[in-house]
């Protein structure tokens, strides 16, 4: 009976021992650093780390053209601008994201178009994206959320119809497949992101795949990557013809990324077999609803997140995190506070200081209620921060605090 007192009531923590953890970085990474370093360059078209990465890269992947970037945010853009993307474009994408899907789309002056989601993936919906296209629409950017895949298959099939570009945002999924393809290998581009967050670091950085696998294509992706420099054309080709950052990757993150890119099969099973581990251990709960995964799909859980129905459960979402926490199983409310257009940027209207450009375009608007699905997935859902160095006994012990913290609140409405 005390056994199964609260932690917040002063029972024992579900959680008996601290979560395994692990070192990221090791001598494969500095060895990689030292012959950076030996190169007496760190500029990537001058060495090899970069190019190294993305020919690993490229073989993981099954691919033949990919470019480097400083961020996944730049990966992002540099795939917008490469589609043609532009002034009063619209682009498609999901209102449960990281900012840095919408950054690009904002820079190329274009209008991000919010569409509902599906309740238990938390990925786009494809029946709310087609319903959202216009004469206007350009582009969809998919994000593939934490891990697990869109629902390619109509969502290509919607595209080809209207003929949009479809850009995936893999930043938080590597290794994800969709009926045995690699997300990032299905739409047009696929970008990923190595900040210090995701699945594997650089620090910071980005990748992005050219999937047409047209040189032409690649010519144009690495291009506005790098200040429109035209580097392949036997000289070296300056002039400006059309605007494009600077958002090279440097020596040093190639460096780290080869060494990172042989971890990333491990790591992405591990996680893979914890997200699944902890479904398994909680699916039977009632008023909880553990992460869907898209049929067809394989998730590399770069968190795992699920759903509380409080009538069924007698409490709120915020409670049964806290209390869960308590456990010593650290749980957050949701993944963002809100959904991205509930933004003040997008309230106001503000992309620019002083500005409300592109947004004067536009009659697209940003009210609560635009994404119901969204909007509720982030009021009801429970993140649980996964790691591949945690041990099958921190799974156990994550499950059966979340079984302990239930079951309280089941017995709370029963009685
Ligand atoms: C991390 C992330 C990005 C941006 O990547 P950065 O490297 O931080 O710029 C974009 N989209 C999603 C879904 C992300 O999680």
């Not at 078209?45 to 990465?53: L, Y």
């Not at 998919?142 to 629902?151: E, F, I, K, S, T």
Request: a negative charge; one cysteine or more; hydrophobic letters at 35%.
């Amino acid at each position: 009976m005390s056994e199964n007192r609260l932690a917040i009531h002063g029972g024992p923590k579900a959680k008996t021992t601290p979560f395994g953890t692990g070192k990221r970085f090791g001598l494969e990474e500095a060895k990689e650093l030292m012959e950076a370093l030996e190169q007496n360059t760190l500029f990537y078209h001058s060495g090899q780390k970069v190019k190294q990465f993305l020919d690993d890269f490229n073989r993981l992947y099954g691919v033949k053209y990919s470019v480097a970037t400083s961020s996944g945010t730049a990966a992002i853009h540099v795939a917008l601008g490469a589609a043609g993307v532009t002034v009063g474009d619209e682009v498609i994408t999901s209102p449960i994201t990281d900012q840095g899907t919408l950054i690009g789309i904002l820079y190329q002056n274009a209008i991000p178009v919010f569409a509902d989601l599906d309740p238990h993936t938390y990925n786009l919906d494809p029946a709310s994206v087609e319903a959202r296209i216009t004469p206007r629409t350009k582009a969809i950017v998919v994000v593939h959320l934490a891990g697990n895949p869109c629902d390619m298959d109509p969502i290509m099939e919607i595209a080809r119809k209207h003929r949009l570009k479809v850009i995936e945002d893999c930043a938080q999924s590597y290794l994800t497949r969709y009926k045995g393809r690699l997300a990032g290998t299905i739409g047009d581009y696929g970008c990923f992101s190595t900040n210090d967050f995701k699945h594997i670091s650089t620090g910071d950085g980005g990748i992005v795949t050219v999937n047409s696998g047209e040189e032409e294509d690649f010519r144009v992706v690495h291009a506005f990557a790098d200040k429109n420099y035209q580097r392949f054309s036997g000289q070296v080709m300056r002039d400006l013809s059309y605007l494009a950052p600077n958002y090279r990757m440097t020596e040093l993150q190639g460096a780290v990324g080869i060494a990172q890119l042989k971890k990333l099969p491990w790591i992405c099973e591990k996680r893979h077999r914890y997200g699944e581990r902890i479904t398994e251990g909680i699916r039977d709960l009632p008023g909880i609803e553990p992460h869907g995964v898209t049929e067809g799909g394989w998730c590399s859980y770069w968190f795992y997140m699920f759903r509380v129905n409080e009538t069924a459960l007698g409490c709120t979402r915020d409670e049964f995190s806290k209390t869960l926490t308590a456990e010593g199983i650290p749980a957050h409310p949701g993944y963002i506070p809100e959904v991205v257009y509930l933004n003040p940027l997008f309230q106001k209207r503000q992309a620019y200081l002083n500005s409300h450009f592109p947004f004067e375009l536009t009659e697209v608007t940003y009210e609560r209620g635009l994404c119901p699905t969204a909007e509720h997935i982030l009021q009801t859902a429970v993140r649980i921060g996964i790691s591949e160095f945690f041990t099958d006994e921190d799974i156990d012990e994550i499950i059966g605090g979340i079984r302990k913290v239930a079951a309280y609140y089941q017995k709370s409405v029963a009685g």
